[in-house]
């Protein structure tokens, strides 16, 4: 064969050489990243998968936690006492047919008007008691409260302010004014009065002395801060109090004896009265009922802002 076509066929060969050469690196290539891309998208749908599993076992964990943390709280609300607006421990009246046919009282100028007040509350034993026999009877009271009861039991003070009664002071605690010299004196009026401001929202204008006994140094406190002191009450007959327990035929007997027109009634929501047994609390609402009978009406203590040595306190309508 001449030498030329030998070299044509030697190049032709090395040509073809080449080219399937160059076409099996570009298939093995092209199977190169075709196995790089099948290994990435391995790889990529493990991670996917992984990352699944952990999202739902997070999942898991937070729900699971929820429904521990809710019965944890539920189990706490049920072991906590529920939430009111405030204890009674005491007897509750219950509105009669009559208390429910009552008609408006109509008080007119010439009404003769008893006040009843009661002293040493609010306490749960028998405020609400008396708030709920005066709401059935349509009568407004007098109530001359204690600054450290007051702290105790917020929600009974300002349900007998809401109802419409007349509140005033009767000093911080329950203490006897004779005994006092003056910072301690100063100290049960200014306290008891910031007490029933600060939880009512108004500063009591009056005041009775606990026991109904004054001093020189407290009546000097009481003008300074401006309180009618000195509010007392009509006791005339040798009748037992509420306080003595006397029980409930008494105690209506004693309301009954001492009203008259601008009587002022002396009874006690707290204090002694507390220890009583529950049914002397009956007299409340047949004494209420037996002062009608005889032509007088509930009225409630005020000033009358005339000074000192005149009649500084008046019953009036409600």
Request: hydrophobic share 40%.
């Amino acid at each position: 064969m001449p030498e030329s076509r030998r070299r044509g066929s030697r190049d032709t060969s090395s040509t073809e050489t080449t080219l399937l050469g160059a076409a099996a690196l570009a298939a093995t290539d092209r199977a190169r990243r075709r196995r790089g891309r099948a290994g990435f998208d391995a790889r990529r749908r493990r991670t996917l998968v992984t990352v699944a599993i952990l999202v739902v076992l997070l999942g898991s964990g937070v729900a699971g936690f929820a429904t521990w943390l809710s019965g944890a709280d539920e189990a706490a609300a049920e072991a906590a006492p529920v939430a009111r607006g405030f204890d009674v421990v005491g007897p509750r009246y219950q509105p009669t047919a009559a208390d429910r046919a009552r008609t408006p009282a109509r008080i007119t100028p010439t009404t003769p008007l008893v006040a009843l007040t009661f002293d040493d509350g609010p306490t749960p034993e028998l405020t609400p008691y008396v708030l709920d026999v005066l709401a059935a009877k349509g009568a407004k009271a007098t109530f001359f409260f204690q600054g450290d009861q007051v702290e105790k039991h917020p929600d009974i003070a300002r349900r007998a302010q809401a109802e419409g009664h007349v509140i005033a002071l009767h000093s911080y605690e329950h203490v006897y004014f004779p005994d006092l010299d003056g910072p301690r004196a100063r100290e049960q009026i200014v306290r008891g009065e910031e007490s029933l401001t600060r939880v009512l929202g108004v500063r009591p204008t009056m005041w009775r002395y606990p026991f109904g006994e004054a001093s020189p140094v407290a009546d000097a406190v009481l003008a300074e801060r401006r309180l009618v002191g000195g509010v007392g009450w009509d006791w005339k007959s040798s009748l037992k109090g509420d306080f003595e327990c006397p029980g409930a035929d008494a105690v209506t007997r004693l309301v009954v004896t001492e009203a008259r027109d601008d009587a002022v009634i002396l009874l006690h929501d707290g204090g002694d009265a507390v220890t009583c047994a529950a049914p002397q609390w009956e007299y409340l609402p047949r004494a209420i009922d037996a002062v009608r009978d005889r032509g007088l009406e509930l009225g409630v203590v005020v000033p009358t802002g005339r000074p000192n040595g005149a009649e500084e306190t008046a019953v009036v309508a409600p």
